[in-house]
């Protein structure tokens, strides 16, 4: 330390500074303030606090972590409530069902579907649904949806295009012909032709025919015609291949039903008309001369209004038959008192 006087070095633990001679004094190292007086006051302020204070901080301690372990309990049932309310969703259900789609797992997607479709009627997902069920081999499940799909939005192409898809591998081609009665656009209308496979087109409309007639069919190109007149389904193996007209020769009643079918066998709608024949008795013969006395040799000329008829007759009153004279030219009257009687038979075998 240094000397206070002459601001000499002195060495440690002298009592005198060596070179002015003033007596040191020796400073304690502690200090009173610190060792004594200052722990001294602190505990006197410790007892100066009352406990009702104490327990008020205490109380407004325990409040504020109340306060925040409340809203940290608000925030996680918000948080539970909101997945909740999510997983039970609209958007939740149509997100899982198209994730089920994708990974082929085809029954969960059409639970999906069905769940958001409980929610909602959206023509996206009836489409959805219905692309599932077909995958599943659900085919009508799949038209259903396809058509609920049409009646919410019926101007789409898409669905028609499905539709005509799924009727195709249904081998449905009567729907398919169906299809061209609803309300379409020319878009639509397009569709459905390259996927239908018509029937066949019949010359002659059902009805009744007084007299045979010679149908004529016509069906799309690269198609084969097979058709029946006896009311089965026609096909390959049950029926007979078009060629010429059909000639329907018999009276009463010929239910004509026709196919298109390609060389892959591949076949359309089945198209039906049925024919009524009722042959009608030819006219009578008109004669000329008629009855009545006759005094020179006369000639009888027999007609008839009926085409490809033949002409019967005898002289001796009795009922003609096709056994009986046959008309070929004009006959000569004979002598004496003769009854001349005569009948027309058509080509059916009708007699006037």
């Not at 994730?99 to 997607?109: E, I, M, Q, R």
């Not at 390259?194 to 087109?201: A, D, E, V």
């Not at 019949?202 to 149908?215: A, H, P, R």
């Not at 007209?245 to 009276?251: H, L, V």
């Amino acid at each position: 330390m240094k000397c206070p006087f002459c601001n000499t070095e002195i060495e440690d633990g002298s009592l005198y500074c060596n070179h002015c001679g003033s007596a040191m004094q020796i400073v304690p190292d502690f200090n009173v303030l610190e060792d004594d007086v200052l722990p001294s006051m602190l505990d006197s302020t410790k007892k100066r606090v009352a406990p009702e204070e104490k327990k008020e901080i205490e109380k407004h301690i325990n409040k504020r972590w109340i306060i925040m372990l409340s809203i940290c309990v608000v925030l996680v049932l918000l948080a539970v409530f909101g997945g909740f309310l999510y997983t039970h969703s609209y958007n939740y259900y149509t997100n899982q069902g198209n994730l089920a789609y994708k990974n082929k797992d085809y029954t969960s997607a059409i639970s999906f579907y069905n769940k958001a479709l409980d929610k909602k009627a959206d023509y996206s997902v009836y489409i959805s649904l219905g692309k599932a069920q077909q995958a599943s081999k659900y085919y009508e499940e799949a038209e259903a949806s396809y058509l609920k799909a049409y009646e919410l939005n019926p101007k789409n192409e898409n669905v028609i295009l499905l539709l005509c898809m799924l009727y195709e591998k249904m081998g449905n081609y009567s729907s398919l012909d169906e299809m061209l009665e609803w309300d379409l656009t020319d878009e639509q209308e397009e569709i459905v032709n390259q996927y239908g496979i018509p029937g066949p087109q019949f010359s002659l409309k059902g009805g009744t025919y007084n007299d045979d007639i010679e149908l004529v069919l016509s069906g799309k190109d690269g198609f084969f015609i097979y058709y029946t007149l006896d009311g089965t389904e026609p096909s390959v193996h049950n029926g007979t291949l078009y060629e010429d007209a059909i000639s329907i020769t018999k009276q009463g009643t010929t239910i004509v039903n026709a196919v298109c079918i390609d060389i892959s066998g591949k076949t359309g709608v089945v198209a039906t008309e049925t024919y009524e024949i009722t042959y009608v008795a030819p006219e009578e013969a008109s004669l000329s001369p008629t009855g009545g006395r006759l005094t020179r040799e006369t000639y009888i000329t027999i007609t008839s209004p009926t085409e490809d008829a033949s002409i019967y007759y005898t002289w001796d009153g009795s009922m003609p038959t096709t056994n009986s004279y046959k008309y070929t030219e004009p006959i000569l009257v004979p002598e004496g008192n003769n009854v001349l009687s005569v009948i027309v038979v058509d080509k059916h075998g009708m007699t006037s």
